[in-house]
């Protein structure tokens, strides 16, 4: 199956921008839409946006529209959260995930998951 190695994580001041990086590697033919999942302490895992492989349709949770935006590099296998006008509401463990669906906003919909990465922003 599709590996996913997340990078870019880490402490920033509100207001500022952060751009996440999920790296896949392996077999990537069984994945239609690679997805982006946040879950901050005490919270359930929320839906933060998708993109599709193949036509690049994108579409986000609502307390991210307008500031959060995912791109993908088809050639590179690698997927981006771009994060911008950061809040500290912000802050939780962001997690890159892989699915076999089109346009899936579900957690059960992703087959497999990035190892999580910790993005902080400070007031």
């Known amino acids: 199956q599709v590996q996913l190695v997340e990078s870019g994580g880490g402490l920033v001041q509100a207001g500022g921008s952060l751009r996440l990086s999920c790296a896949a590697s392996g077999r990537t033919f069984p994945t239609l839409t690679m997805g982006w999942f946040r879950q901050a302490p005490g919270k359930e895992r929320e839906f933060v946006g998708y993109?599709?492989?193949?036509?690049?349709?994108?579409d986000y949770g609502d307390s991210v529209k307008g500031r959060f935006a995912i791109s993908r590099d088809n050639v590179k296998n690698t997927v981006y959260l771009q994060m911008s006008s950061l809040k500290p509401e912000d802050t939780a463990v962001y997690y890159c995930a892989a699915s076999r669906l089109l346009y899936p906003r579900e957690r059960p919909s992703y087959d497999n998951w990035g190892q999580g990465t910790q993005v902080t922003v400070s007031s």
């Open positions: 993109i599709t492989w193949s036509g690049g349709r994108t």
